[in-house]
């Protein structure tokens, strides 16, 4: 069995600031982890991935993530927002099956 | 290479109308997944197909509901006698032969409004 926790419904920053969002999971399984973001009324765009390599995984857009097993985290984060990165995230847990398990989304706001 | 297709990105039907969503994989792949999202909601797995083949459709309502992959052409979602608690995003994914199958890759999906 597997869950997904996206701990924050809504991040708002202002531009030129960190973004941390966060995500924890539960897996039987040694898990793989994604995270996707969504802007309004388009699909989903794979932003990162991992799969028990590097634990620190760098994405599309300055995004990254670190892999924390022992705090069976995902926290998403970027340096500096940037207005274009206002969307909504998800994390995803997967691994063990072919099925994976979408977290609630959290909506990120990035102010002026 | 294109991405995953959609078609149509908007449909509009009336209580009891038939709503049929049309799902093109990326090139090479050959595993089709279809899930629903609700307003404000994550997305929920819906089906599972491979060419045809339903690997897994334990996410389908019982009733009303049928996914399809045909050898040759797209994966349809079709929902019967439809009513106002279809209306979400559909959103079809696709994953490739030999990878792994939870790294998928989405549509831009269809947004169904019944009224």
């Known amino acids: 069995a597997q869950s997904v926790t996206q701990l924050d419904s809504h991040v708002s920053v202002s531009e030129g600031t960190p973004v941390l969002l966060r995500c924890n999971y539960s897996?039987?399984?040694?898990?793989?982890l994604f995270w996707y973001v969504q802007h309004p009324n388009k699909g989903l765009q794979l932003l990162l991935k991992?799969?028990?390599?590097?634990?620190l995984v760098k994405g599309i857009n300055g995004f990254e993530a670190e892999f924390k097993k022992s705090e069976t985290s995902f926290h998403l984060t970027k340096p500096s927002a940037h207005m274009s990165d206002a969307a909504e995230y998800f994390c995803?847990?997967?691994?063990?099956?072919?099925?994976?398990?979408f977290g609630r989304g959290t909506s990120l706001i990035v102010h002026p | 290479n294109a991405g995953v297709m959609q078609n149509p990105r908007h449909l509009v039907r009336r209580r009891g109308q038939e709503a049929r969503l049309r799902c093109s994989p990326m090139?090479?792949?050959?595993?089709v997944y279809w899930y629903r999202q609700l307003p404000e909601e994550g997305l929920k797995f819906m089906v599972y197909?491979?060419?045809?083949?339903?690997?897994?459709e334990s996410g389908m309502p019982k009733e009303r509901f049928s996914a399809e992959f045909p050898k040759e052409g797209p994966s349809i979602l079709r929902i019967q006698q439809v009513v106002r608690g279809d209306s979400a995003a559909y959103f079809c994914?696709?994953?490739?032969?030999?990878?792994?199958?939870?790294?998928?890759?989405f549509g831009p999906g269809t947004r169904l409004t019944v009224t």
């Open positions: 090139k090479g792949h050959s595993h």
């Open positions: 994914a696709s994953s490739p032969v030999g990878g792994q199958r939870d790294e998928q890759y």
């Open positions: 197909l491979q060419k045809e083949n339903i690997i897994d």
């Open positions: 991992y799969t028990s390599a590097a634990t």
């Open positions: 897996s039987s399984y040694s898990p793989s």
């Open positions: 995803v847990v997967g691994g063990g099956s072919y099925i994976p398990t």
